[in-house]
């Protein structure tokens, strides 16, 4: 038997399981029996590797009725389930019982002034979106003109950053033509009329390929109808150039045409998974960016390239019409330039949708003079002090200060937060059991232990009822989130620090990235790892984040302006992107 099919007939025969560190209770030496039958034999082996140990006794037992089991397996391997099929358990983050504060629903407030419109075409392009649609109502550049702009520089700097999987350069021109007579006509549809936009590739657009960024996907048939955000922004004035280059799957910055490379340094990966939409917005090829986090796809490219990056709360944008990676945890969100573009695209394609079976209607706004003074911010001393704490980090904890909102020491829940990552892994094996069970996960170019091939494979032996103790976990984790952000009103923290990305994602709270500084590091590798620690160094952007009470993104948006504008780095951007 070859080494596929070896493969094939383990997965559907049998219910071996996988769990590192699993502990299991001695049992007493049993009298001599006679010889286990083969399959009493397959569940001792399976036993070991699970860390459990039965009598001979119970394991013959079991043995006798395992037939059944394999047979459910069977028929449940059978049962065609399209990828927007979302299980029956609907996650909600917000706790029973409680009544949650929401933002006003709408923008308030006077913008700041954008200034005159720069005589450099590069300037342009790096400027944050709300600057451009306003410079676009004063009539000093035509969308169609920042199209064309942006159309030029992708054809430029995008092969070499390798961040765009499709480019809709006549669906751009028509929209950007329509959004140009609307401005000639007082028809303004948003804050964001006319702004050009990059889409990560999970995203349906009618007549458009969606390739999900993977191999096996890449010739899927043309979608006819729209994702839910495309709708949005469409119907706000917003202008599409393309799809953006997303890591296979949702994971990494490795897609079946390239691998989206950081403008600060593009030997190396932008990170992922919103890979593409993090490097085009930095290298000044888009307005603005969508992507979306499952578990730092956009907290991880926005700090590898120095973005803004806003996940919102779980169940506020709806993910109609795109690839579903894990269907509790999935999120829609926004990387640019500024603060307030982030803001600006929340305020869009924010809303409730029946489509969405996760989806949660809530308001959303903010208000540009929005004061501080009487926000509380927590912060974990430890974790700007311990191994990976930069002076980055640092700063960025004294400017929250010196911004007068009160700072407050906290604690994280003594938990094994790490633990929850598993989950991802599982649903994801579930949402794509078909690559696996098919081998057709061997067509992935990225084969990496971590890879999803190898993690979907483990997945499929991790046992069912430490799955349900994982998700007792996550409750436990959303509680006693719940009591933090009941003494502050948000958190400053480095990004990874405390397993803050993983729990706040599972307790779907909302994050935003800001750039804050700078680092010089060498070549990384997609967890920050240096490929050569002796190799060249790179001076490359840092970023914090910020955390809030669910559905307080108002707050975010307010938090990170201000540091934003205190820290003054945001509007420095790689050289290549300078052209």
Not at 24 to 31: D, I, K
Not at 84 to 89: E, G, H, L, T, W
Request: hydrophobic residues 45%.
């Amino acid at each position: 038997m070859n080494e596929q099919a070896t493969r094939r007939a383990l997965l559907q025969g049998s219910a071996l399981a996988l769990v590192a560190g699993l502990t299991a209770p001695a049992r007493a030496a049993e009298p001599t029996a006679a010889a286990p039958s083969p399959l009493e034999a397959d569940l001792a082996a399976a036993e070991r590797v699970l860390g459990l140990a039965y009598t001979s006794t119970e394991r013959g037992q079991l043995a006798r009725g395992y037939d059944q089991v394999l047979g459910q397996l069977g028929t449940i391997r059978k049962v065609e389930l399209a990828n927007d099929v979302s299980p029956a358990c609907r996650f909600d983050p917000r706790l029973p019982g409680k009544q949650y504060a929401m933002p006003n629903a709408r923008i308030r407030g006077k913008a700041p002034n954008a200034g005159p419109l720069p005589a450099a075409p590069e300037e342009i392009a790096l400027a944050s979106a709300w600057k451009q649609a306003a410079w676009m109502r004063s009539k000093e550049i035509s969308s169609t003109e920042l199209t064309r702009l942006y159309l030029d520089r992708i054809a430029r700097l995008g092969p070499q950053l390798e961040n765009f999987i499709t480019l809709t350069e006549e669906l751009a021109l028509l929209e950007a033509k329509q959004a140009d007579w609307g401005l000639a006509h007082g028809r303004v549809l948003s804050p964001l009329h006319g702004v050009p936009y990059g889409l990560k590739d999970l995203f349906d657009v009618a007549g458009v390929p969606t390739t999900w960024g993977a191999e096996p996907y890449a010739d899927r048939p043309r979608p006819t109808t729209d994702a839910a955000i495309v709708e949005k922004l469409r119907a706000a004035g917003a202008v599409l150039l393309g799809k953006t280059a997303v890591g296979a799957l949702a994971y990494g910055d490795i897609w079946h045409g390239g691998r989206s490379r950081n403008p600060w340094n593009p030997q190396e990966g932008s990170s992922g998974s919103s890979a593409g939409s993090a490097s085009a917005t930095a290298a000044g090829l888009v307005g603005f960016g969508i992507g979306t986090e499952t578990l730092g796809s956009i907290i991880s490219p926005s700090h590898r390239c120095g973005t803004a990056g806003l996940r919102p709360t779980f169940g506020r944008v709806s993910r109609h019409g795109g690839m579903a990676l894990c269907w509790s945890w999935d999120k829609v969100g926004a990387l640019a330039r500024s603060v307030a573009d982030c803001g600006l695209v929340l305020s869009v394609i924010n809303g409730g949708d029946p489509r969405d079976w996760g989806s949660i209607d809530a308001p959303f706004g903010f208000d540009w003079q929005a004061q501080l003074k009487n926000l509380r911010v927590g912060y974990v001393p430890a974790f700007f002090e311990g191994v990976g704490a930069t002076d980055v980090d640092r700063r960025a904890l004294a400017a929250m200060r010196e911004l007068g909102v009160t700072l407050v020491e906290v604690s994280f829940p003594d938990l094994p937060l790490a633990a929850l990552n598993q989950l991802v892994t599982i649903e994801a094996a579930a949402a794509f059991s078909e690559l696996t069970l098919s081998n057709r996960d061997d067509t992935l170019k990225w084969q990496d232990d971590a890879a999803w091939p190898n993690s979907w494979r483990r997945a499929h032996l991790f046992p069912a009822v430490e799955m349900v103790q994982l998700e007792r976990l996550r409750r436990r984790t959303m509680v006693a989130f719940d009591e933090i952000f009941g003494q502050v009103d948000a958190l400053i923290g480095p990004n990874y620090a405390g397993g803050a990305l993983v729990a706040t994602n599972a307790t779907g709270h909302p994050s935003l990235t800001v750039k804050a500084g700078f680092i010089e590091a060498p070549t990384r590798g997609l967890r920050d790892e240096p490929v050569d620690p002796a190799g060249p160094r790179h001076r490359v952007p840092r970023t914090v984040s910020l955390w809030a009470r669910l559905f307080r993104e108002d707050v975010l948006i307010t938090l990170g302006r201000a540091l934003e504008e205190k820290l003054g780095v945001a509007d420095e951007h790689p050289k290549m992107a300078q052209v």
